[in-house]
């Protein structure tokens, strides 16, 4: 696609959208931007995190345009909390190797499977607030689920995550869409794109077919079918740390 405007313009309101990233590592901040500046709202986002204040998805969670999310920890964020609180936003938490393997699940074409993460809590057991009445009590909580003894142990069931688009960053990537990830780059980033029925990946450097290694290709073109040259993209550190 010649911009990552081109290449989101068709995600309306209320999608669902799997993104790539884990904290502000990884994140497609381009097509997150693009997306801003079409004014979709209403959206439903499966991401590990929701990005920070101003950054990464807290732009469009900042603007009200995220509906529900799906995600593991969300402790950096601000207005998450307040929009959360204030039954604002619907929010599912899940176990951070739960929400990657639900990802994995469906890009597999796998419906469900049984973990033991989560049993014995409102997990598996239901009630665990999805949306807060504004007022302190809680307006929408989660539904218990189904759980199996296996070999003495028990396992909680849980569904498969595909969504309508899947929003990656890769260090390298073809027009094909063969994507190369970059160190801890390569953490939801491949989950992610398998789980999009439409893949839309942001790539610094931009190959021709059969220029990349193909021992190297992290995410194989079959999973992607929308691809933007993004060079010069902006990375934020979360935490500065510096040492005397």
């Known amino acids: 696609m010649a911009a990552a405007a081109d290449a989101v313009a068709d995600i309306g309101d209320g999608a669902s959208l799997a993104v790539g990233g884990f904290g502000l590592c990884g994140i497609p901040s381009a097509l997150i931007d693009a997306l801003y500046e079409a004014g979709v709202s209403a959206l439903r986002t499966v991401s590990n995190n929701c990005g920070v204040d101003g950054w990464g998805l807290g732009v469009l969670l900042r603007a009200g345009r995220i509906a529900r999310t799906t995600g593991s920890y969300v402790g950096e964020n601000k207005e998450f909390e307040r929009q959360f609180l ?45 949306r807060y009445d504004g007022r302190g009590g809680v307006a929408l909580a989660s539904e218990p689920k189904e759980t199996r003894a296996f070999d003495g142990v028990e396992y909680v069931l849980e569904r498969a995550i595909v969504c309508d688009f899947a929003l990656v960053h890769a260090w390298k990537g073809d027009r094909h869409g063969n994507l190369v990830y970059r160190e801890s780059a390569a953490n939801f980033n491949p989950l992610c794109a398998a789980a999009g029925k439409i893949t839309i990946a942001e790539v610094e450097e931009l190959y021709e077919p059969g220029e990349l290694d193909p021992a190297e290709i992290h995410t194989p073109g079959i999973f992607v079918q929308r691809v933007v040259h993004a060079p010069g993209v902006e990375k934020r550190i979360e935490k500065r740390t510096v040492s005397a």
Request: glycine share 20%; no cysteine; hydrophobic share 40%.
């Open 86 to 130: 204030a039954g604002e936003l619907e929010v599912e938490l899940v176990p951070q190797g739960t929400l990657a393997e639900r990802l994995r699940a469906g890009g597999a074409g796998i419906p469900a499977f049984y973990t033991p993460a989560g049993v014995g809590t409102q997990i598996a057991e239901g009630g665990l607030p999805l």
